[in-house]
């Protein structure tokens, strides 16, 4: 993918001259290393030669059932245990 291939308005052109989402808390440019069948998907391996995260940014993470970013999940107290098995009976 180029720039010109970039959805309008959504990415900003980055380093590489490849699109760049400008709220994305990271990016990696990677090299193609291995394309591999696997049934009716195709998975696609790739070496990262680049990679920068922005300072004002906490990435994006899933833990708990939920996503969110790391100050959140520091803030917030976790479920009882009663909690998460209620859940199961519902």
Known sequence: MTTTDAPAGLAAPGAHGL???PV???WAVCELYNDVEAGDH???F???SRAERRSDSAPLVYAD??????SGFAMRSP???????AAFTR
Not at 65 to 70: C, D, E, I, N, S
Not at 79 to 85: D, K, L, T, V, Y
């Open 79 to 85: 479920r009882p245990i009663a909690e998460h098995i």
């Open 42 to 44: 195709r998975l696609l």
């Open 19 to 21: 699109p760049r989402f």
């Open 65 to 70: 059932r939920t996503f969110g970013t790391h």
């Open 24 to 26: 994305a808390a990271g």
């Open 46 to 48: 790739g070496l990262v």
